[in-house]
């Protein structure tokens, strides 16, 4: 009985061997590409997209002028601007391979009128 299990044992060893050392790589769907063909991404003339930035009005500033320490602005607090939506325009041409003509917009215009309540110090000058 024993034998019979050492047996076994080297046959299935052997065979596991042989499966290993017999194996080969599979080629089904493997194509190779030239170097000098581009990517699948890179072939096309005209690409153009739109976008939605929708960016925060979260901002503070201040300056400093001859010497005398600024004021914080809050452009939402103190100049009354809101949060918008911004659109955005990208257009690349690409007339030959390995030239690329690249287009990027955002219209961009934050516009408000309030009256301070405080007084602020910008660039040196008080503004009440």
């Known amino acids: 009985m024993a034998t019979f299990a050492v047996s076994r044992l080297f046959s299935s060893t052997l065979y596991g061997l042989a499966f290993l050392l017999c ?6 769907q493997f194509r190779p590409r030239p170097l000098n063909e581009p990517t699948t991404a890179e072939q096309f003339h005209i690409e153009a997209s739109a976008a939605i930035w929708r960016p925060s009005a979260d901002i503070v500033i201040a300056s400093e002028g001859f010497g005398i320490q600024g004021t914080s602005i809050d452009f939402q607090r103190d100049l009354g ?14 007339p030959l391979g390995h030239h690329k003509l690249r287009m990027d917009v955002i219209p961009m215009s934050y516009t408000s ?7 602020i110090v910008f660039n040196g000058q008080r503004y009440t």
């Open 23 to 28: 194996s080969s790589t599979v080629h089904a």
């Open 81 to 94: 601007l809101a949060d918008q939506s911004l659109p955005e325009f990208k257009v690349t041409l690409q």
């Open 113 to 119: 009128s309030t009256t301070l309540t405080r007084d």
